[in-house]
C-alpha cells in the first residue's frame, strides 16, 4: 500500500511539473517555424499534394530508411529470440464455416484496399506504413480463420529483403545523378508529373519509394505474428 | 447543417451508455460487444465529422476502421473459445 | 489553465508510468508502456494543432495559409508502427522469461535467479 | 450549444477512465480489451486534431495488430494476474 | 459443382477487383484505371485460388437478377428486425424469451452458407451461433417453435427460395 | 434545401436513433446472449443509415458525386464484417462456458454436442 501512495504522489509531482511546462506551449496557436516553408514550397520542389508524405519520403527520406531499419532488426530480433529448431502451429480447433468463408472472401479485398492506401500517399492520407499494417492484417486474418495456415517463408523473405535493397537503390541512384543520397532524380533532373499534380503519376518518386515501404512493412509485421504464432513441439518418441 | 448538433448529442449519449457496459460488464465477453458497437458507432461519428469538415479525404479513416476493426474482435474471440 | 487535450495525453502519460511503477506482472507493465506511448503521440500532434485550420493535404480548397503544422504529424506516422514493433520484441522477451521462470512475477524471477 | 467541444469532453474522459481501468483490471484479457479502447478514442482525437495521416496508422496498428501481438502473448503465458500485496521491487533495494 | 478453370477463377477475381477499385477511387482518370487495372492482376494472381470456386459462372443472368431481387427483399426485412429489436427494447417488462434452436438448409455451397449466416444474424431476432454439417444452431430471442421442422419454417425458408437460385 | 439534403439528413437522424437504440439495449437485457441480440443488429442498421444518408447529404452540400461511390462501399464492408464479429464473439461466449440466461427455454446446441460425445 505504501508503495502506491508514494508513486502517486510522485506522479503528482511530475504531472504537475509537466502540466506546467506545457503551459508554456499555448494550444491552438500557429507556431509553426519550419512547416510553414515545407508548407509554401511542397508542390513546387516534390510534386505532392500531401505534405505530410513529402515530409516523410522526400525532405526527411533518410530518417525514414533508418525507421524502416529499426523496424527490421525489431523483426529480425523476435524470430532470433524465439528461435526453436522445430516449430509448428498448436491451434486445437478451427474457426466456423461461417469465419473461413468470410476470411477467403475478405483477403483479396483487404489486400487491394492495402495497395490504395499506399499508391495513394501523395494524394491521400496514408501511404506505406498503414498500407503495410493493412497487408500485414489480412494474413493475421488468415493465421486466425485456419488452423494450419502458415505463410511461405521461402517466398516472403526474399520478398522482405528486396524491398529493402530497393530502397537503398533508389538513394544511390539519387547520388549518383545528383549531389546527394536519396535525390529526387524523377522529379527534378528528369522533370515528369510536371503537369498533372494533383493526378495518380505525379510527385517523382514518392509512389515508388512508398510502395517498397509498403511491401517492406507488411512483410515484415507478418514476420512477427508468424513468429509469435509457432510454437516449439517436443519430441515424444 | 442544420441539425448536427442534435446528431452528436444522440452519439455522445450512445458512446456514454456502451462505455458503462465496458466498465461494469461481468465477463470479458461483454466488454468485448460494448467495445465492438463502439466501433461501429465510432465509424459512422468519423464520416459525419468528414462530411462536418467537407473534404472526401477523411472518408479513408472510415473506411480503414469499417474493414480492419472486425479483426481485433476476432483475434479475441478466436482466443476465448481457445482456437489460435 | 491547460487546454483539453494536454490533459489528456498528460493523464495517459501518468497513468501509464503509474502501472510501469507500481504493477508486478510483466505484461501488465507492457500495456502500462503501450498506453504511455499513445499518450506521448497525442502530445506531439496536439502540440502541432493550429485552430479553425484543416489537414495539411493541399487539395480541396487547403490552401498553405490554412492548414495545420506537416512535421509532428510525419514524426508520429512512424513512430506508431516502429511501436508496435519493440512492443512485439518486448513480448517475446517476456515469453522467454515465462518458459524459464514459469513467472510473470517480477519480484519472484528476482528472487529464483538470486 | 455547441456539441462538438461536448463530444470532445466526452471522448477525452472516456479515454482516461478506459486507461484507468486498463491498468487496473486483474484479467490480463479485459486489459488489453481496455488498451483497444484507448487506441480507438486516440484515433478519434488524432481524426479531431486534423491529422487523417496519424489518425489512419493508428486505426490499423491499434485495432487489430497490437490486441493481436497481446493475445500471442498471453496464450503463451497466463491469463489471471496474480495479486499479492507487499512492499515493491523499488523499495527493497 | 465442380472446380471452373484457373483462367476462368482469375478473370472472375481481376473483374471483381476492379469494380471495386473503380468505386473506391471515383474516378475515371485513365492514369487510375491503369494502375487499378495492373493491382487487379497483381492481387488476382495472389489470391484467386482462395477466393472463389465457381468463376465466370457467377455471372450467369439468372443469378445476378435473383441477387439483385434478394436485395430490397433483406433490406425490408432487417428494417422490420430493428423495429421488433426497439420494441422489445423500450418495452418496460422485456417481453424476451431466449433459446437455442436447431435449423436446417438445402445450401451446400460455403458461399450460400456464409450469406445465409449473416442474413440470419441481421434479421427478427437470431443470430448464427455455430454451422456444423448443415445444420444451423441459432440463439432466438423469442422461441415460438422448438422443434426443428418449425424453426427451419420460421428462420431460413424465406431466404432460401433466392440463395438458392443464386448459390446453387 | 435541396431534396438530396432532406432526405440524407433524415437517413442520418433514423441512424443515430438506431444507434441510441441498441447501446440502450446493451444495457437492458439480462445475459451477454441477449445484449448482441439488440446491439449487433441495430448498430449496423444504424450505421447504415447514417453512412448512406452522409453521402447523399453530400451531393447537396458539397456537389460532388464521389462521395457517395465511397460511402457505399464502407456500408458494404460493414454489412460483410458485422454480422462475422458477431457470429465469432457468440460462439466465443458459448464456448468459453458463459451460461444462457436463467429464463431460456431450450438449448439444442448443448443436446448436439452431448449427442456427439455419447457417439465417440
Known sequence: MVKRILAIIMLLIVGFWMANALSGVPFGEDKMLVGKYYLENVKEQTGAVNAVTAVVVNYRGFDTLGEVTVLFIASTGVGALLWRKKKERTAKSEGSVVLRTGSKILLPFIMLFGAYIFIHGHLTPGGGFPGGATIATAFLMLYLAFKDYEIEHKVFEPIEGLAGVGYVTVGLIGLAIGSYFLFDWIWQTWGWGHENIGRLLSAGFIPIIYTLIGIKVGTELTGIVDNMVREEVKDND | MIGINIYLLIIAIATLLSMYRVFRGPTTVDRLVAVDIMTTITTGLMVLFALYYKRAIFLDVALVYAILAFLGVIAFARYLEGGI | MISLYYFGAISLILIGMYAVLVKRNLLKMLVGLSIMETGVNLLLISIGYVSNRTAPILSEGATPQNTVDPIPQALVLTAIVIGVATTALALTVVINLYSKYKTLDVEEIRRLRG | MNCIVCIEYIIVAVMVLSAIFAVEWGDLLAAVVGMTAVSLFASVLFFFLQAPDVAMTEAAIGAAMSAAVFIFAIKRTQRYESEEEGAGWWLRW | MGEASKISRYLYTVIVLFVIWIFLTSSLDIQELEIGLVFSLVVGALTYSVFTESGLANFHPKRIIYGIAYIPYFLWAMLMANLDVAYRVLHPKRPINPGIVECETVLTNDVGKLVLANSITLTPGTITLDVRDGKYYIHWIDVKDASIEGASENITKPFEKFLKVIFP | ?120
Open chain 6, 1 to 120: 434545401m435541396s431534396i438530396t439534403s432532406t432526405v440524407g439528413e433524415f437517413l442520418v437522424l433514423f441512424g443515430t436513433i438506431f444507434y441510441f437504440l441498441s447501446t440502450l439495449g446493451l444495457i437492458r437485457m439480462p445475459d451477454v446472449y441477449n445484449r448482441m441480440q439488440t446491439a449487433t443488429k441495430s448498430a449496423t442498421l444504424g450505421s447504415l443509415g447514417v453512412i448512406v444518408g452522409v453521402g447523399i447529404w453530400a451531393i447537396g452540400h458539397v456537389g460532388s458525386y464521389s462521395w457517395v461511390t465511397k460511402t457505399i462501399i464502407i456500408a458494404v464492408f460493414l454489412l460483410l464484417t458485422n454480422p462475422i464479429s458477431a457470429h465469432a464473439l457468440i460462439r466465443a461466449a458459448y464456448k468459453s462456458g458463459i451460461p444462457l440466461w436463467e429464463g431460456s427455454v431450450v438449448d439444442k446446441y448443448k443436446e448436439a454436442l452431448e449427442r456427439e460425445e455419447g457417439e465417440q
